[in-house]
């Protein structure tokens, strides 16, 4: 069997490939155990057929691990393959500096308005939820 060495740039990956590493690496984390298709395509809001396309081309590309025959929770992360860190601030670092903008313009206007305060307000409340 020929195997093939593993590249880990970012490079590497292309932006859906990556999403879905980050997504099976979290549920990995999170639950200690591997994601299922079902899961992957219900936690990335696309279509079972679709993430199965991205895993099988993963797998030839070395990023995954070959899937066992009949075997469940087999998408895994191939051995060597390094996720990037997350550059930027997170969610929460967001969270505090979209409170931070909407708190100035309150202040300064004395009342928010328009298209843009309103959509800022809502994902204040999603992202506090």
């Known amino acids: 069997m020929k195997t093939s060495r593993v590249r880990t740039s970012i490079s590497f990956f292309s932006p859906s490939q990556l999403r879905l590493a980050k997504l099976i690496a979290d549920f990995r984390s999170a639950n200690g155990m591997n994601p299922t298709l079902q899961e992957l395509a219900e936690a990335s809001g696309r279509k079972k057929i679709t993430i199965w396309g991205h895993v099988r081309n993963m797998q030839l590309r070395g990023i995954l691990k070959p899937a066992k025959r009949y ?3 087999s998408i895994e992360l191939a051995d060597g393959v390094v996720l990037p860190k997350p550059q930027g601030p997170s969610q929460v670092e967001w969270l505090a500096i979209a ?3 909407l708190a100035w ?3 300064a206007n004395g009342r928010p308005s328009g298209p843009v305060m309103k959509r800022l307000r809502a994902a204040i409340e999603t992202c506090s939820k």
């Open 105 to 107: 313009f309150e202040d």
């Open 71 to 73: 075997e469940l929770r």
């Open 99 to 101: 409170r931070e903008a």
